[in-house]
């Protein structure tokens, strides 16, 4: 009697997320050594996840993949044997994110509120509220799994994993490419790189060459950055062909010229003289430097916030584009050549034992970064292979960077306590351990009405009686 072996399957949990769900599908797809494998297909959202899976048969078929299809909106159904999975989740990402910075600079407070600052404890708490079951039906269901995260805040959905769960977890993140994509701009002169002169980055117009500069950087540089998601700090610029290290050639070019090119990451270099690879937007989410509206320091470095109702409107144009796809109406050639977010990259190289290095992985620090705390989850290179994924030791930052890197991370863990717990007095003290609150009773009312405009989000803050 023949043995079935069963094939690896590969759970995709937010398979219509408009971030990372379409490109990840066509790079798994794609992908020749991930042919014939099971993929599983999960959204709440019922009706895209019908057209999505309509386009994932449609690549399968076009493509020879020979995969297993499958799609639901009960996770529990796709997890069960899962092998890897692919976490790309959120709630009601722009509107929330719009609500979290407009009530903010109601306090006088003008941030990002992504990853850092005032508005990132509530899209930490929302995130965790919605993420955290999930991961306790992976630890039931298929314990043994891999968990490739991207859903941000990256290094607090992490924290939530390696504190409250026993699921394994890898958080990913594309920021490397916009180290390289700085480094090409800077060095453009030196090494001859096809950039516009006048180039800088925009939400609006800076990926128009955005993907060719960091395409030219990587083949000419290698990269070593370390801290924490959003705030990795340059160690190394290695040019590959000569071995020469480029970083001080780099640092001083990047003071001397190109003023307008991420006038905001030039200043931090001028006073600390380290830079971080995130730019200007990530950079400040961090930093206590830029969210005084009344001293109006973010119009003076020209801040570009990220363009939200823009990013609800490229949604909507996604879904159209899906379902032409789907149904056959346009072609599906671009999505043989889109760029990766590395997932299939990393799934491949544990699924085969063909070890890699990547960049740029958010997992606990076991003495890879020295002078930040183990356990703390760091950004670091790392070796991935069969045996899992093992991070590089960089050694120390430079303890500026160290410095501000291990504020974040009590800031994080302690957000991500009051999250899970549910506990009010903490998530008070998570807000006010923040560089960007210097008042208490402000802190107060901004955490009140954060709290009343996420009630639907957050019933954990919200217990019966109280």
């Given at each position: 009697m023949k043995t079935m072996v069963k094939q690896p399957k590969i759970v995709v949990i937010g398979a219509g997320s408009a971030s990372f769900g379409l490109v990840n599908l066509g790079a798994i797809i794609r992908h020749q050594r991930l042919k014939g494998i099971h993929l599983s297909l999960v959204d709440i959202n019922e009706s895209g996840l019908i057209q999505i899976t309509n386009l994932a048969q449609r690549m399968n078929r076009e493509w020879?993949?020979?995969?297993?299809?499958?799609?639901?909106?009960?996770?529990?159904?796709?997890?069960?044997d899962a092998d890897y999975i692919i976490l790309s989740v959120a709630i009601d990402r722009e509107q929330c994110w719009k609500q979290d910075v407009e009530i903010a600079l109601k306090y006088g407070i003008h941030h990002y509120g992504e990853n850092g600052?005032?508005?990132?404890?509530?899209?930490?708490?929302?995130?965790?509220?919605?993420?955290?079951?999930?991961?306790?039906?992976?630890?039931?269901?298929?314990?043994?799994?891999?968990?490739?995260?991207?859903?941000?805040?990256?290094?607090?959905?992490?924290?939530?994993?390696?504190?409250?769960?026993?699921?394994?977890?890898?958080?990913?993140?594309?920021?490397?490419?916009?180290?390289?994509?700085?480094?090409?701009?800077?060095?453009?002169?030196?090494?001859?790189?096809?950039?516009?002169?006048?180039?800088?980055?925009?939400?609006?117009?800076?990926?128009?060459?955005?993907?060719?500069?960091?395409?030219?950087?990587?083949?000419?540089?290698?990269?070593?950055?370390?801290?924490?998601?959003?705030?990795?700090?340059?160690?190394?610029?290695?040019?590959?062909?000569?071995g020469k290290e480029l970083l001080p050639l780099f640092k001083e070019t990047f003071l001397n010229e190109y003023p307008e090119f991420e006038p905001y990451t030039r200043k931090i270099l001028s006073v600390f003289k380290e830079l971080p690879i995130g730019g200007d937007c990530h950079m400040l989410e961090y930093l206590p430097?830029?969210?005084?509206?009344?001293?109006?320091?973010?119009?003076?470095?020209?801040?570009?916030?990220?363009?939200?109702?823009?990013?609800?409107?490229?949604?909507?144009?996604?879904?159209e584009e899906i379902e032409k796809m789907a149904s056959g109406q346009s072609s599906i050639e671009h999505l043989l050549h889109t760029h990766t977010e590395r997932a299939e990259q990393i799934i491949v190289a544990m699924m085969h034992d063909e070890p890699i290095l990547d960049q740029a992985v958010n997992i606990p620090n076991q003495g890879y970064?020295?002078?930040?705390?183990?356990?703390?989850?760091?950004?670091?290179?790392?070796?991935?292979?069969?045996?899992?994924?093992?991070?590089?030791?960089?050694?120390?930052?430079?303890?500026?960077a160290a410095i501000w890197c291990r504020r974040q991370i009590e800031v994080a863990e302690l957000a991500v306590k009051a999250a899970v717990t549910g506990d009010k007095a903490l998530l008070l003290q998570a807000l006010l351990i923040d560089q960007m609150i210097d008042d208490i009773g402000q802190a107060e009312a901004l955490l009140d009405e954060y709290l009343l405009a996420n009630e639907k989000y957050l019933p954990q803050f919200f217990k019966k009686g109280e």
């Amino acid at each position: 009697m023949k043995t079935m072996v069963k094939q690896p399957k590969i759970v995709v949990i937010g398979a219509g997320s408009a971030s990372f769900g379409l490109v990840n599908l066509g790079a798994i797809i794609r992908h020749q050594r991930l042919k014939g494998i099971h993929l599983s297909l999960v959204d709440i959202n019922e009706s895209g996840l019908i057209q999505i899976t309509n386009l994932a048969q449609r690549m399968n078929r076009e493509w020879d993949a020979q995969m297993i299809i499958t799609s639901t909106t009960d996770r529990t159904e796709a997890l069960v044997d899962a092998d890897y999975i692919i976490l790309s989740v959120a709630i009601d990402r722009e509107q929330c994110w719009k609500q979290d910075v407009e009530i903010a600079l109601k306090y006088g407070i003008h941030h990002y509120g992504e990853n850092g600052g005032p508005g990132a404890l509530m899209h930490t708490a929302r995130n965790i509220t919605l993420i955290l079951p999930i991961l306790k039906d992976i630890e039931r269901l298929c314990p043994n799994a891999m968990v490739l995260n991207f859903t941000n805040p990256v290094p607090r959905i992490n924290i939530a994993a390696a504190r409250f769960t026993k699921v394994k977890m890898v958080g990913i993140c594309h920021q490397i490419d916009f180290g390289y994509m700085m480094s090409a701009k800077i060095l453009q002169n030196e090494f001859g790189f096809k950039i516009p002169k006048d180039y800088r980055f925009t939400w609006n117009s800076g990926w128009d060459h955005f993907g060719s500069m960091v395409q030219q950087a990587t083949e000419r540089f290698d990269i070593v950055a370390a801290g924490i998601n959003h705030f990795s700090w340059y160690l190394s610029i290695k040019d590959k062909k000569t071995g020469k290290e480029l970083l001080p050639l780099f640092k001083e070019t990047f003071l001397n010229e190109y003023p307008e090119f991420e006038p905001y990451t030039r200043k931090i270099l001028s006073v600390f003289k380290e830079l971080p690879i995130g730019g200007d937007c990530h950079m400040l989410e961090y930093l206590p430097f830029t969210h005084n509206n009344v001293k109006k320091s973010w119009e003076s470095f020209d801040i570009q916030m990220y363009p939200l109702m823009k990013a609800e409107a490229d949604r909507h144009k996604m879904w159209e584009e899906i379902e032409k796809m789907a149904s056959g109406q346009s072609s599906i050639e671009h999505l043989l050549h889109t760029h990766t977010e590395r997932a299939e990259q990393i799934i491949v190289a544990m699924m085969h034992d063909e070890p890699i290095l990547d960049q740029a992985v958010n997992i606990p620090n076991q003495g890879y970064v020295t002078n930040l705390p183990n356990g703390a989850i760091v950004e670091v290179p790392a070796t991935i292979s069969k045996d899992g994924i093992k991070g590089v030791v960089v050694g120390d930052l430079p303890e500026i960077a160290a410095i501000w890197c291990r504020r974040q991370i009590e800031v994080a863990e302690l957000a991500v306590k009051a999250a899970v717990t549910g506990d009010k007095a903490l998530l008070l003290q998570a807000l006010l351990i923040d560089q960007m609150i210097d008042d208490i009773g402000q802190a107060e009312a901004l955490l009140d009405e954060y709290l009343l405009a996420n009630e639907k989000y957050l019933p954990q803050f919200f217990k019966k009686g109280e």
